[in-house]
Protein backbone atom coordinates (compact mmCIF):
# COMPACT_ATOMS: atom_id res chain seq x y z
CA UNK A 1 0.00 0.00 0.00
CA UNK A 2 2.82 2.23 1.01
CA UNK A 3 4.44 2.02 -2.41
CA UNK A 4 0.76 2.29 -4.45
CA UNK A 5 -0.04 5.65 -2.49
CA UNK A 6 3.77 6.91 -3.10
CA UNK A 7 3.39 5.85 -7.27
CA UNK A 8 -0.10 7.82 -7.12
CA UNK A 9 1.24 10.96 -5.36
CA UNK A 10 4.12 10.76 -8.09
CA UNK A 11 1.88 10.44 -10.60
CA UNK A 12 -0.11 13.69 -9.26
CA UNK A 13 3.32 15.61 -8.87
CA UNK A 14 4.08 15.27 -12.69
CA UNK A 15 0.22 16.16 -13.74
CA UNK A 16 0.70 19.53 -14.41
CA UNK A 17 -2.83 20.31 -12.29
CA UNK A 18 -1.15 19.06 -9.24
CA UNK A 19 2.39 20.39 -10.24
CA UNK A 20 1.29 24.62 -10.34
CA UNK A 21 0.04 25.42 -6.97
CA UNK A 22 3.82 23.58 -5.48
CA UNK A 23 5.76 25.70 -8.45
CA UNK A 24 3.55 29.06 -7.84
CA UNK A 25 4.68 28.31 -3.70
CA UNK A 26 8.47 27.43 -5.02
CA UNK A 27 8.02 31.09 -6.86
CA UNK A 28 7.13 33.47 -4.06
CA UNK A 29 9.53 31.50 -1.87
CA UNK A 30 12.32 32.14 -4.39
CA UNK A 31 10.79 36.12 -4.43
CA UNK A 32 10.62 36.40 -0.71
CA UNK A 33 14.84 34.81 -0.23
CA UNK A 34 16.38 35.30 -3.83
CA UNK A 35 19.71 34.44 -1.89
CA UNK A 36 18.58 31.21 0.19
CA UNK A 37 21.44 28.76 0.94
CA UNK A 38 21.74 25.97 -0.76
CA UNK A 39 19.56 22.93 0.39
CA UNK A 40 20.34 19.47 -0.81
CA UNK A 41 17.83 17.24 -0.85
CA UNK A 42 18.46 13.38 -1.19
CA UNK A 43 17.43 9.24 -1.29
CA UNK A 44 19.89 7.00 0.97
CA UNK A 45 21.79 5.70 -2.48
CA UNK A 46 25.02 5.97 -3.49
CA UNK A 47 23.41 8.33 -6.43
CA UNK A 48 23.52 11.24 -3.75
CA UNK A 49 27.61 10.77 -3.31
CA UNK A 50 28.69 13.57 -5.25
CA UNK A 51 26.51 16.04 -3.28
CA UNK A 52 26.83 14.11 0.26
CA UNK A 53 30.55 14.47 -0.56
CA UNK A 54 30.62 17.70 -1.30
CA UNK A 55 29.43 19.06 1.71
CA UNK A 56 31.33 16.01 4.12
CA UNK A 57 34.94 18.05 2.86
CA UNK A 58 33.34 21.51 3.05
CA UNK A 59 33.58 22.22 -0.35
CA UNK A 60 30.44 24.17 -0.65
CA UNK A 61 31.99 26.42 2.08
CA UNK A 62 35.40 27.15 0.56
CA UNK A 63 33.19 27.79 -2.11
CA UNK A 64 31.49 30.77 -0.47
CA UNK A 65 28.01 28.54 -0.84
CA UNK A 66 25.87 28.79 2.25
CA UNK A 67 24.22 25.71 2.77
CA UNK A 68 22.07 23.25 5.23
CA UNK A 69 23.05 19.99 6.06
CA UNK A 70 21.63 17.76 3.26
CA UNK A 71 18.25 16.74 4.01
CA UNK A 72 17.56 12.84 3.87
CA UNK A 73 14.01 11.67 2.19
CA UNK A 74 12.60 8.22 2.23
CA UNK A 75 10.74 8.00 -0.78
CA UNK A 76 10.60 9.80 -4.63
CA UNK A 77 7.42 11.54 -4.10
CA UNK A 78 8.72 13.14 -0.68
CA UNK A 79 11.98 14.17 -2.21
CA UNK A 80 10.17 15.88 -5.76
CA UNK A 81 7.60 17.24 -4.13
CA UNK A 82 9.86 19.06 -1.58
CA UNK A 83 11.75 20.14 -4.76
CA UNK A 84 8.62 21.48 -6.78
CA UNK A 85 7.57 23.27 -4.07
CA UNK A 86 11.08 25.12 -3.35
CA UNK A 87 11.65 23.44 0.14
CA UNK A 88 15.09 22.06 -1.31
CA UNK A 89 16.91 23.80 -4.16
CA UNK A 90 19.11 21.02 -5.24
CA UNK A 91 18.27 17.08 -5.86
CA UNK A 92 19.43 14.32 -7.62
CA UNK A 93 16.26 12.21 -9.31
CA UNK A 94 16.34 8.97 -11.74
CA UNK A 95 17.02 10.38 -14.95
CA UNK A 96 13.83 8.80 -16.58
CA UNK A 97 11.92 10.56 -13.79
CA UNK A 98 13.85 13.75 -14.85
CA UNK A 99 11.94 13.43 -17.96
CA UNK A 100 8.66 13.19 -16.65
CA UNK A 101 8.79 15.87 -14.43
CA UNK A 102 10.52 18.66 -17.31
CA UNK A 103 7.74 17.54 -19.81
CA UNK A 104 4.81 15.53 -18.23
CA UNK A 105 4.30 18.55 -15.19
CA UNK A 106 6.02 21.11 -17.33
CA UNK A 107 8.26 22.08 -14.31
CA UNK A 108 10.56 24.99 -15.24
CA UNK A 109 13.58 22.71 -14.16
CA UNK A 110 16.63 21.85 -15.83
CA UNK A 111 19.04 19.00 -15.24
CA UNK A 112 22.84 20.34 -15.01
CA UNK A 113 25.27 17.01 -14.49
CA UNK A 114 25.02 13.39 -14.07
CA UNK A 115 25.71 12.07 -10.39
CA UNK A 116 27.80 8.95 -11.68
CA UNK A 117 27.55 6.37 -13.93
CA UNK A 118 26.64 2.44 -13.62
CA UNK A 119 25.84 1.45 -9.79
CA UNK A 120 23.10 -0.81 -10.56
CA UNK A 121 22.29 -4.58 -11.26
CA UNK A 122 19.83 -7.19 -11.09
CA UNK A 123 19.92 -9.24 -8.04
CA UNK A 124 18.38 -12.74 -8.07
CA UNK A 125 17.65 -15.46 -5.84
CA UNK A 126 20.98 -17.57 -5.11
CA UNK A 127 18.59 -20.43 -7.13
CA UNK A 128 17.80 -18.33 -10.23
CA UNK A 129 20.65 -18.94 -12.67
CA UNK A 130 19.32 -17.12 -15.91
CA UNK A 131 16.93 -13.99 -16.76
CA UNK A 132 14.22 -17.22 -18.48
CA UNK A 133 14.05 -18.71 -14.72
CA UNK A 134 12.36 -15.33 -13.80
CA UNK A 135 9.15 -16.36 -15.69
CA UNK A 136 5.58 -16.53 -13.17
CA UNK A 137 8.07 -14.87 -10.80
CA UNK A 138 8.02 -10.88 -9.44
CA UNK A 139 10.88 -8.72 -9.84
CA UNK A 140 11.06 -5.44 -8.36
CA UNK A 141 11.98 -1.74 -9.44
CA UNK A 142 12.81 1.06 -7.54
CA UNK A 143 10.14 3.34 -9.86
CA UNK A 144 8.80 2.79 -13.39
CA UNK A 145 10.37 5.70 -14.20
CA UNK A 146 14.10 4.63 -13.55
CA UNK A 147 16.77 3.20 -16.12
CA UNK A 148 16.38 0.11 -14.17
CA UNK A 149 12.71 -0.58 -15.40
CA UNK A 150 14.07 0.36 -19.12
CA UNK A 151 16.98 -2.04 -18.78
CA UNK A 152 15.44 -4.65 -17.29
CA UNK A 153 12.51 -5.05 -19.45
CA UNK A 154 14.82 -4.90 -22.06
CA UNK A 155 16.71 -8.00 -20.50
CA UNK A 156 13.37 -9.68 -20.73
CA UNK A 157 12.24 -9.09 -24.05
CA UNK A 158 15.43 -10.63 -25.31
CA UNK A 159 14.49 -13.61 -23.34
CA UNK A 160 11.09 -14.05 -24.85
CA UNK A 161 9.17 -12.95 -21.55
CA UNK A 162 6.10 -10.54 -21.26
CA UNK A 163 6.03 -8.03 -18.40
CA UNK A 164 2.51 -7.96 -16.80
CA UNK A 165 1.31 -6.15 -13.70
CA UNK A 166 -0.38 -9.06 -11.73
CA UNK A 167 -0.73 -12.76 -11.43
CA UNK A 168 2.06 -13.84 -13.90
CA UNK A 169 2.19 -16.84 -15.62
CA UNK A 170 4.50 -18.77 -18.06
CA UNK A 171 6.21 -16.81 -19.98
CA UNK A 172 5.35 -13.51 -17.93
CA UNK A 173 7.24 -11.67 -15.62
CA UNK A 174 5.68 -8.99 -12.99
CA UNK A 175 7.25 -6.11 -12.22
CA UNK A 176 6.12 -4.13 -8.67
CA UNK A 177 7.23 -0.99 -7.98
CA UNK A 178 8.76 -0.95 -4.09
CA UNK A 179 11.13 1.10 -2.04
CA UNK A 180 15.04 0.12 -2.30
CA UNK A 181 14.90 -0.18 1.58
CA UNK A 182 12.16 -3.17 1.20
CA UNK A 183 13.58 -5.04 -1.47
CA UNK A 184 16.17 -7.09 0.57
CA UNK A 185 13.67 -8.36 2.86
CA UNK A 186 11.06 -8.61 0.08
CA UNK A 187 13.71 -11.14 -1.31
CA UNK A 188 15.23 -13.04 1.48
CA UNK A 189 10.67 -13.78 2.51
CA UNK A 190 10.87 -15.23 -1.06
CA UNK A 191 7.67 -12.96 -1.98
CA UNK A 192 10.02 -11.50 -4.65
CA UNK A 193 12.85 -13.77 -7.11
CA UNK A 194 14.60 -10.91 -7.99
CA UNK A 195 14.86 -6.69 -8.09
CA UNK A 196 17.06 -4.30 -9.80
CA UNK A 197 18.17 -1.23 -8.47
CA UNK A 198 20.71 1.29 -7.14
CA UNK A 199 23.46 0.54 -5.23
CA UNK A 200 24.46 -0.57 -1.84
CA UNK A 201 21.29 -2.50 -2.08
CA UNK A 202 22.40 -5.25 -3.97
CA UNK A 203 25.58 -5.64 -2.08
CA UNK A 204 23.29 -5.40 0.96
CA UNK A 205 22.04 -8.46 -0.43
CA UNK A 206 24.87 -10.21 -1.35
CA UNK A 207 25.97 -9.50 2.54
CA UNK A 208 23.17 -10.94 3.90
CA UNK A 209 23.60 -14.15 1.57
CA UNK A 210 19.88 -13.83 0.29
CA UNK A 211 21.08 -12.58 -3.30
CA UNK A 212 22.92 -13.10 -5.71
CA UNK A 213 24.27 -10.47 -8.86
CA UNK A 214 23.08 -11.47 -12.20
CA UNK A 215 23.77 -8.98 -14.11
CA UNK A 216 25.53 -5.77 -13.47
CA UNK A 217 23.42 -2.95 -15.68
CA UNK A 218 26.38 -1.05 -16.47
CA UNK A 219 27.55 -4.12 -18.45
CA UNK A 220 24.32 -3.88 -20.76
CA UNK A 221 24.44 -0.20 -21.34
CA UNK A 222 28.08 0.82 -21.21
CA UNK A 223 28.87 3.87 -18.49
CA UNK A 224 25.25 4.67 -18.65
CA UNK A 225 23.57 7.25 -16.17
CA UNK A 226 21.27 6.37 -13.43
CA UNK A 227 20.70 9.54 -11.46
CA UNK A 228 21.08 13.76 -12.19
CA UNK A 229 21.10 16.63 -10.58
CA UNK A 230 18.55 19.16 -11.16
CA UNK A 231 18.00 22.96 -10.25
CA UNK A 232 14.92 25.28 -10.85
CA UNK A 233 14.99 27.43 -14.06
CA UNK A 234 14.67 30.85 -11.68
CA UNK A 235 18.45 29.85 -9.86
CA UNK A 236 19.71 29.50 -12.79
CA UNK A 237 18.70 32.36 -14.63
CA UNK A 238 18.64 34.93 -11.38
CA UNK A 239 22.10 33.87 -9.76
CA UNK A 240 23.86 31.99 -12.41
CA UNK A 241 27.74 32.84 -10.56
CA UNK A 242 26.15 30.96 -7.70
CA UNK A 243 25.14 28.10 -9.91
CA UNK A 244 28.75 27.59 -11.34
CA UNK A 245 29.98 27.63 -7.80
CA UNK A 246 27.49 24.87 -6.68
CA UNK A 247 28.31 22.81 -9.68
CA UNK A 248 32.10 23.53 -9.49
CA UNK A 249 31.76 22.14 -6.06
CA UNK A 250 29.73 18.93 -7.13
CA UNK A 251 32.30 18.01 -10.03
CA UNK A 252 35.70 18.34 -7.69
CA UNK A 253 33.33 15.81 -5.53
CA UNK A 254 33.02 13.66 -7.73
CA UNK A 255 36.65 13.76 -8.84
CA UNK A 256 37.67 12.85 -4.64
CA UNK A 257 35.13 10.20 -5.04
CA UNK A 258 36.27 8.60 -8.30
CA UNK A 259 39.68 8.66 -6.84
CA UNK A 260 39.21 8.29 -2.72
CA UNK A 261 36.87 5.11 -3.08
CA UNK A 262 37.53 3.52 0.35
CA UNK A 263 37.12 7.18 1.77
CA UNK A 264 34.24 7.75 0.22
CA UNK A 265 32.45 4.58 1.81
CA UNK A 266 33.72 5.84 5.23
CA UNK A 267 32.41 9.26 4.71
CA UNK A 268 29.07 8.79 3.40
CA UNK A 269 28.31 5.39 6.34
CA UNK A 270 26.91 5.25 9.05
CA UNK A 271 29.89 4.93 10.98
CA UNK A 272 30.75 8.69 9.29
CA UNK A 273 30.40 11.70 11.45
CA UNK A 274 27.76 13.02 9.63
CA UNK A 275 25.97 9.68 9.47
CA UNK A 276 24.42 10.68 5.63
CA UNK A 277 23.37 6.98 5.13
CA UNK A 278 22.02 3.85 7.28
CA UNK A 279 24.89 1.80 5.21
CA UNK A 280 27.97 0.15 7.10
CA UNK A 281 31.18 1.32 5.69
CA UNK A 282 31.99 -2.42 4.66
CA UNK A 283 28.71 -2.76 2.50
CA UNK A 284 29.64 0.67 0.51
CA UNK A 285 33.26 -0.06 -0.18
CA UNK A 286 32.32 -3.02 -1.97
CA UNK A 287 30.55 -1.10 -4.23
CA UNK A 288 33.16 1.60 -4.22
CA UNK A 289 35.81 -0.45 -4.38
CA UNK A 290 35.06 -4.20 -4.92
CA UNK A 291 38.17 -7.10 -3.83
CA UNK A 292 40.06 -8.16 -7.24
CA UNK A 293 38.90 -11.41 -6.40
CA UNK A 294 35.25 -10.73 -5.97
CA UNK A 295 35.36 -8.84 -9.53
CA UNK A 296 37.06 -11.91 -11.07
CA UNK A 297 34.08 -13.72 -9.74
CA UNK A 298 31.68 -11.86 -11.51
CA UNK A 299 33.20 -12.35 -14.53
CA UNK A 300 33.27 -15.89 -14.36
CA UNK A 301 29.80 -16.14 -13.76
CA UNK A 302 28.73 -14.53 -16.65
CA UNK A 303 27.77 -10.59 -13.97
CA UNK A 304 29.97 -9.01 -16.03
CA UNK A 305 30.36 -10.40 -20.38
CA UNK A 306 31.66 -7.38 -21.84
CA UNK A 307 35.32 -7.52 -19.79
CA UNK A 308 36.92 -5.14 -22.20
CA UNK A 309 34.59 -2.45 -21.25
CA UNK A 310 36.87 -2.43 -17.84
CA UNK A 311 34.27 -0.51 -16.34
CA UNK A 312 33.87 0.04 -12.24
CA UNK A 313 30.88 -1.05 -10.17
CA UNK A 314 29.86 2.11 -9.83
CA UNK A 315 32.51 4.80 -11.54
CA UNK A 316 31.87 8.99 -11.39
CA UNK A 317 31.57 11.59 -14.70
CA UNK A 318 29.65 14.68 -14.76
CA UNK A 319 29.17 15.28 -17.69
CA UNK A 320 25.59 14.82 -19.83
CA UNK A 321 26.17 13.45 -22.67
CA UNK A 322 23.27 14.24 -25.09
CA UNK A 323 23.19 10.74 -26.84
CA UNK A 324 22.35 9.09 -24.10
CA UNK A 325 19.42 11.27 -22.89
CA UNK A 326 18.41 10.75 -26.82
CA UNK A 327 18.61 6.80 -26.31
CA UNK A 328 17.21 7.11 -23.13
CA UNK A 329 13.97 8.49 -24.53
CA UNK A 330 13.43 6.26 -27.67
CA UNK A 331 13.69 3.23 -25.25
CA UNK A 332 11.11 5.19 -23.02
CA UNK A 333 8.67 4.24 -26.03
CA UNK A 334 9.52 1.22 -26.02
CA UNK A 335 8.90 0.23 -22.45
CA UNK A 336 5.83 -0.34 -20.07
CA UNK A 337 5.69 2.80 -17.95
CA UNK A 338 2.34 2.37 -15.39
CA UNK A 339 0.46 5.50 -15.13
CA UNK A 340 -0.15 8.70 -17.66
CA UNK A 341 2.53 8.67 -20.33
CA UNK A 342 1.21 10.02 -23.59
CA UNK A 343 3.54 12.81 -23.90
CA UNK A 344 6.61 10.76 -24.28
CA UNK A 345 5.02 9.97 -27.54
CA UNK A 346 5.11 13.65 -28.78
CA UNK A 347 8.49 13.92 -27.73
CA UNK A 348 11.83 14.19 -30.29
CA UNK A 349 14.78 12.33 -28.77
CA UNK A 350 17.22 14.86 -29.95
CA UNK A 351 15.54 17.70 -28.98
CA UNK A 352 14.41 17.17 -25.56
CA UNK A 353 18.21 15.69 -25.05
CA UNK A 354 18.82 19.57 -25.59
CA UNK A 355 16.46 20.66 -23.69
CA UNK A 356 16.46 18.33 -20.38
CA UNK A 357 20.28 19.53 -19.85
CA UNK A 358 22.05 22.92 -19.19
CA UNK A 359 25.63 21.84 -19.51
CA UNK A 360 27.21 25.26 -19.79
CA UNK A 361 28.19 24.97 -16.07
CA UNK A 362 29.62 21.66 -15.56
CA UNK A 363 31.97 22.05 -19.12
CA UNK A 364 33.23 25.21 -17.26
CA UNK A 365 33.75 23.09 -14.47
CA UNK A 366 35.51 20.23 -15.78
CA UNK A 367 37.76 22.58 -18.06
CA UNK A 368 38.48 25.58 -15.47
CA UNK A 369 39.79 22.66 -13.11
CA UNK A 370 41.49 20.53 -15.54
CA UNK A 371 39.34 17.48 -14.80
CA UNK A 372 38.82 16.42 -18.44
CA UNK A 373 41.46 13.52 -18.19
CA UNK A 374 39.98 12.65 -14.58
CA UNK A 375 36.87 11.61 -15.71
CA UNK A 376 38.56 10.40 -19.03
CA UNK A 377 36.94 12.75 -21.12
CA UNK A 378 38.66 14.05 -24.79
CA UNK A 379 35.91 15.14 -26.23
CA UNK A 380 31.52 16.28 -25.04
CA UNK A 381 30.34 13.68 -27.53
CA UNK A 382 30.36 9.61 -27.43
CA UNK A 383 28.78 6.49 -28.83
CA UNK A 384 25.96 5.38 -27.36
CA UNK A 385 26.89 1.09 -26.48
CA UNK A 386 23.63 -1.06 -25.81
CA UNK A 387 24.59 -4.77 -25.16
CA UNK A 388 22.58 -7.13 -23.96
Known amino acids: ???????????????????????????????????????????????????????????????????VKPILFRSWAGLVEAFLSGQVNLIHVLSPMSVWMRYG??????????????????????????????????????????????????????????????????????????PPSDMVAALAA??????????????LAEAKGVGKILRFS???????????????????????????????????AAAWTKTHRAEAAALLAKQGMQKYTPHDAEVLRAVLQPEPVVWAKYERDGAIRHRNWQQQRID?????????????????????????????????????AKELFDSRFVEQALQQHGLMRTFGLDAFTRQETFAL
Request: charged residues 15%; glycine residues 6%; hydrophobic residues 45%.
Open 1 to 67: MHTRRDFLKLSALFGASTALPLLQACSRRAAAAPDAPLTIGYLPILDAAPLLVAHGLGLFERAGVAT
Open 105 to 178: SRAPVRALMWNHTCGSALTVRPDVRDVRDLQGQTVAIPFWYAIHNVIVQQMLRQAGLRVVEKNPQAGEVRLTVM
Open 190 to 203: GTIAGFIVAEPFNA
Open 218 to 252: GDIWREHACCLTMMHEHNIRNRPEWVQRVIDCLVQ
Open 316 to 352: FQPYPFPSYSELLIQLLKETHLAGVNTFLQELNPAEA
